[in-house]
C-alpha cells in the first residue's frame, strides 16, 4: 500500500520557525499533488498549503508570506517551513497526497499527523 510518513513539528514561541517533512513510500505510481491540512482545537481541518507536480502552490491566507512549501519528486517528499509562527497556528498538521498508486484505486492518502503548538 502507500504510506505517509510526517517528521518534525514540536512547540516553539510565537514568531518562531518549525519545518515539516513528509515522505510517501509504497506502491506509488505518480503523484499528483502534496500538501498539509491542519485540524486546530475546536476547529475543522483546513488546508494550509499544496503543490502540484508541475509546481503549482496554493496557500491559505492566514500563511501567506509565513508559510513556504517545496516538494522533491524524486524522493517522493513534501517539506512546509514555517516562519513568524502564531499562537493560532497550533494545531495538528496531516500530510496528504493525492496519486496514483499501481495496488489500490484509492487516490487520496494521508498521514498520521503531527502536533505544532506556538506559545504566545
Known amino acids: 500500500q502507500v504510506q505517509l510518513v510526517e517528521s518534525g513539528g514540536g512547540l516553539v514561541q510565537s514568531g518562531g520557525s518549525l519545518g515539516l517533512s513528509c515522505a510517501a513510500s509504497g506502491s506509488i505510481y505518480s503523484i499528483n499533488v502534496m500538501g498539509w491540512y491542519r485540524q486546530g482545537p475546536g476547529k475543522q481541518r483546513e488546508l494550509v498549503a499544496a503543490?502540484?507536480?508541475?509546481?503549482?502552490?496554493n496557500y491559505t491566507d492566514s500563511v501567506k508570506g509565513r508559510f513556504s512549501i517545496s516538494r522533491d519528486h524524486a524522493k517522493n517528499m513534501v517539506s512546509l517551513q514555517m516562519n513568524n509562527l502564531k499562537p493560532e497556528d497550533t494545531a495538528v498538521y496531516y500530510c496528504?497526497?493525492?496519486?496514483?498508486?499501481?495496488?489500490?484505486?484509492?487516490?487520496?492518502?494521508w498521514g498520521q499527523g503531527t502536533q505544532v503548538t506556538v506559545s504566545s
Open positions: 503543490v502540484t507536480n508541475s509546481g503549482s502552490t
Open positions: 496528504y497526497a493525492i496519486l496514483i498508486s499501481t495496488m489500490t484505486p484509492r487516490v487520496e492518502f
